[in-house]
């Protein structure tokens, strides 16, 4: 496609389930990153994967996030036994070399 | 430490007027990326314009320039001749090697009639 795309674009789930969401960056886009933001908030960085290096998770909030990019393309991230904090907007964004361009994201409601 | 910042919380501006939008960064590397982003209620995140550290000019894009003052560390935004659709969140953000893009904690313009 000629964006970046992101699914669910809504997810609404009960403390202590699991979720997982979906990015797909623009073709041949090596790296990916993905991003929090809480109501009124910043973007709070959470990973990033850059070809085949290992991916930078510095920003994981904590074990219960983790993320995957399989094949250089498509990305997961997923947080385990949600909790009502991790409710937020989730956003992907991809880069080849300059521009970032981010995806729709994806509004994770936890009740 | 901060590596963006962003000073201004919330700035106002009367429509056709220009707005500077205020963003300093703490880097010690000598190669790195400036962007601006605009985030309207809708919640898409729109690039606006890049600067590279190596770039010898402002750079430019319609309406927006980025006051690069690299001794300072800041790349302020300026916005020209305000329009009602440039009410939104603005957030700088700064990539540094191996690729690390980190953003500011944001400015909501609102321009008014």
């Known amino acids: 496609g000629a964006g970046v795309s992101q699914s669910p674009s809504n997810k609404v789930t009960e403390k202590g389930k699991d979720v997982e969401l979906r990015c797909d960056p623009i073709?041949?886009?090596?790296?990916l990153y993905w991003y929090r933001q809480s109501l009124g908030q910043g973007l709070e960085f959470l990973i990033y994967?850059?070809?085949?290096?290992?991916?930078?998770k510095s920003g994981l909030p904590s074990d219960r996030f983790s993320a995957e990019r399989t094949g250089g393309s498509v990305s997961t991230l997923t947080i385990q036994r949600t909790q009502q904090e991790d409710s937020a907007v989730y956003l992907c964004a991809s880069s080849l070399i300059m521009g970032v361009v981010f995806g729709p994201g994806t509004r994770l409601t936890v009740l | 430490a901060q590596k963006i910042t962003q000073t201004q919380p919330g700035m106002f501006v009367q429509e056709k007027e220009a707005v500077t939008l205020d963003c300093t960064y703490d880097t010690s590397d000598p190669s790195y990326g400036l962007f601006w982003y605009k985030q309207p209620s809708s919640g898409e995140m729109i690039f606006l314009i890049y600067q590279g550290s190596y770039d010898q000019q402002n750079a430019t894009e319609g309406r927006y320039s980025l006051n690069f003052q690299k001794a300072r560390k800041s790349a302020n935004l300026v916005i020209s001749a305000s329009q009602l659709g440039d009410s939104a969140m603005y957030f700088c953000?700064?990539?540094?090697?191996?690729?690390?893009?980190?953003f500011g904690t944001g400015t909501r313009l609102q321009v008014f009639p």
């Open positions: 994967f850059q070809g085949n290096s290992a991916p930078d």
């Open positions: 073709s041949g886009h090596t790296a």
């Open positions: 953000a700064m990539r540094e090697p191996p690729d690390k893009l980190i």
